[in-house]
Nanobody
Framework: VQLQASGGGLVQPGESLRPSCVTS????????IGWFRQAPGKEREGVSC????????SYADSVKGRFTISRDADNNTVYLQMNDLKPEDSGVYYC?????WGQGTQVTVSS
């Protein structure tokens, strides 16, 4: 089981990014996938989660209305569309499936 996150970057407040998490070694539709983030000096926090077969989706209150999680089972990929980014969204973003974590992708929102 492997997860590989990419698609982070440096953007200005109000801009968008769409990190992706490419999975391998398991059938994506059978597992919930979560996105987490960790800012310097802070604990890792949950951002969004999509259940198996996209039956349910949840978001942290801080990102509701701005972030959208989706999954593409044909390409074994989970996306996190992030709009109207704020400086407090900065951090390393990780995807997770059970006990497995991806390596993280850096998101920096700064003017």
């Amino acid at each position: 089981v492997q997860l590989q996150a990419s698609g982070g970057g440096l953007v200005q407040p109000g801009e968008s990014l769409r990190p992706s998490c490419v999975t391998s070694g398991f059938t994506l539709d059978y597992y919930p996938i979560g996105w987490f983030r960790q800012a310097p000096g802070k604990e890792r926090e949950g951002v969004s989660c999509i259940s198996s077969r996209a039956g349910s989706i949840s978001y942290a209150d801080s990102v509701k209305g701005r972030f959208t999680i989706s999954r593409d089972a044909d390409n074994n990929t989970v996306y996190l569309q992030m709009n109207d980014l704020k400086p407090e969204d900065s951090g390393v973003y990780y995807c997770n499936a059970g006990q497995t974590w991806g390596q993280g992708t850096q998101v920096t929102v700064s003017s």
